[in-house]
């Protein structure tokens, strides 16, 4: 089908006296000065548009900035023949106050990142819209009537399609790295999932079931980014994540997402707010009554102590962890949170360990984390890893490279940045010993492995 010209911007583009090559470096200088760097717009992008093409957000909203200044009066979207709704720079980061607030929010998310939106891609992490995520969270009341009176009805096989995917591709996730799979996911709920938020027609009781479906789902997506290192878009999934769970007022499913919150946060050395975060996941736990979380929770703020270097308190919450996970009931659980654990709590304390510096405690724990479910191979490859840098710290150096060689081969198989992120910290443990015969030959397996 032939596009019609864009006249209106041909127009404007004369008035202002812009040569198409200017005007396409003014909107990528002020795309960094906006927050959207990488944007790579030349003169052949300017007559593409003149052509009938309509630029990608946020292009259009950067374009009436430009011929505004450049004129001397207000230009809108319109004035540029290009009347769409504009895409905000900090789509994502808000948890919104109403439930249809938040339906357009994040499905309009979930389209933004199937078009691959570079302000997505490039965006970092913001402490500040976590913070108030969680705060929004404690604070807003339960949601009242979480309803739709679309088109279709929605019932409860929609509900249980979108629960069967998710475990489905979590299960993926787990075995073959994020890497692989996460494009399927975002795909999933753009398509499938959007349009029975949208136009759906259902009451409360279901209303809340599929906001909870959509917000687990909504957390697996923004996991997968975090397992990427995209760190700014996972945190805007978790943070709808979190907004979607408010409206199914599930406080087990919002505690799990704060927790995976302050995961991300000890992850990328913020533990300070790591720290506000898992204390909310603990409150959201105790009032669901859920000891799995609550021991979660406990955990992760003890990994913020240690990532602080507070030995005491970290000492002090990981004695909380054990109480909780000592009198929990996995019978009466989510089942999602099966994963949680004597393995994956070990893994955790092995965790807190290392950092503290702790070798003989890294490797005891590390060891049992290892008695783990098969199908978690990255799990498998990060407990490795611990027990490599744990022997390091014990200075048992053979032992450490055996191990590290079996990490090492597990990452291999992955698609998953923070695999490489902890091959990587192993390799810069075993940096100091690069001339000792067990590391030479650990470095001549990896090159062979790299070749196959």
Not at 28 to 49: C, F
Not at 166 to 177: K, Q, V
Not at 406 to 423: F, P
């Amino acid at each position: 089908m032939e596009r019609e010209p864009n006249r209106l911007l041909q127009h404007l583009i004369a008035e202002a006296g812009f040569s198409h090559k200017g005007l396409a470096r003014r909107l990528n200088e002020l795309g960094v000065a906006r927050g959207a760097p990488g944007l790579k717009y030349d003169h052949s992008s300017v007559l593409r548009w003149i052509g009938g093409q309509r630029p990608r957000d946020p292009v259009p909203c950067l374009l009436t900035e430009i011929f505004a200044l450049r004129l001397g009066r207000p230009v809108s979207a319109e004035d540029l023949g290009m009347p769409a709704v504009i895409t905000p720079l900090d789509l994502g980061q808000e948890f919104t106050h109403t439930w249809q607030e938040g339906i357009a929010t994040v499905t309009a998310l979930w389209r933004a990142d199937v078009e691959r939106r570079r302000f997505l891609i490039d965006s970092t992490f913001a402490i500040g819209a976590g913070s108030v995520g969680a705060v929004r969270w404690l604070t807003s009341p339960a949601e009242g009537r979480p309803s739709g009176i679309g088109s279709r009805r929605v019932g409860r096989a929609d509900v249980a399609a979108i629960h069967e995917v998710t475990r489905s591709f979590g299960e993926l996730d787990n075995r073959f790295g994020s890497g692989r799979v996460r494009s399927s996911v975002v795909k999933y709920l753009d398509t499938a999932v959007s349009p029975l938020l949208k136009n759906g027609a259902y009451g409360q009781s279901t209303g809340r079931q599929l906001a909870s479906a959509a917000a687990e789902l909504t957390r697996l997506a923004g996991w997968m980014a975090y397992d990427m290192e995209q760190h700014g878009l996972a945190q805007r999934y978790l943070i709808q994540a979190l907004r979607l769970a408010r409206g199914a007022d599930d406080q087990t499913l919002g505690g799990e997402i704060l927790a995976g919150m302050a995961h991300q946060a000890i992850y990328i050395g913020q533990p300070a707010h790591a720290l506000d975060l898992a204390r909310a996941a603990q409150m959201a736990a105790r009032k669901a009554g859920v000891r799995t979380l609550l021991a979660s929770a406990h955990v992760l703020e003890a990994h913020a102590h240690a990532g602080l270097g507070d030995g005491r308190s970290c000492g002090a919450s990981l004695h909380e962890a054990e109480r909780a996970f000592d009198v929990r009931r996995p019978d009466d659980e989510p089942k999602w949170l099966s994963y949680f654990d004597e393995a994956y709590l070990s893994a955790k304390f092995a965790h807190c360990f290392r950092d503290l510096g702790e070798g003989e405690r890294v490797v005891r724990q590390a060891r049992r984390s290892l008695d783990m479910d098969a199908r978690y191979v990255r799990g498998r490859m990060f407990n490795l890893s611990l027990l490599a840098a744990g022997l390091l710290q014990c200075g048992e150096l053979e032992e450490a490279c055996t191990a590290a060689a079996d990490a090492l081969a597990l990452g291999g198989e992955l698609q998953s940045a923070r695999s490489r992120s902890y091959a990587a910290d192993l390799r810069r443990r075993l940096e100091p010993y690069k001339h000792e015969r067990p590391v030479m030959a650990l470095r001549e397996r990896a090159r062979q492995l790299s070749a196959v």
